[in-house]
Nanobody, 122 residues
Framework: QVQLVESGGGLVQAGGSLRLSCAAS????????MGWFRQAPGKEREFVAR????????GYAESVKGRFTISRDNAKNTGYLQMNSLKPEDTAVYYC???????????????WGQGTQVTVSS
């Protein structure tokens, strides 16, 4: 089992920045790939970004490429999502997720956090 807890969400103006954190506990965090997803009201959950277990490979949704950066610090059992140039359409609940298979993290994952709200005002 891996427990994931997100933090760092909040209200920000368009053009601003936020950094989300995902603190992991339980099984060895460094064994798992990690990803971020988001779900806006009335919409389906969508993939945002993913990173391999050692951090060497990353992937992003087209909608956030160039604005968001995923990273991780395995020594701290924590993953991050740096979000810059935020837009109102980035408003959503953001979830971190973990899975042993990186490719699964485009659509699903074995472990999920509870989510953190990000609201971008225009």
């Amino acid at each position: 089992q891996v427990q994931l807890v997100e933090s760092g969400g909040g209200l920000v103006q368009a053009g601003g920045s936020l950094r989300l954190s995902c603190a992991a506990s339980g099984r060895t965090f460094s064994s798992y790939a990690m990803g971020w997803f988001r779900q806006a009201p009335g919409k389906e959950r969508e993939f945002v970004a993913r990173i391999s277990s050692a951090g060497g490979r990353t992937g992003y949704a087209e909608s956030v490429k160039g604005r968001f950066t995923i990273s991780r610090d395995n020594a701290k059992n924590t993953g991050y999502l740096q979000m810059n140039s935020l837009k109102p359409e980035d408003t959503a609940v953001y979830y971190c997720a973990a899975d042993v298979i990186l490719s699964r993290l485009s659509t699903e994952a074995d472990y999920w956090g509870q989510g953190t709200q990000v609201t971008v005002s225009s």
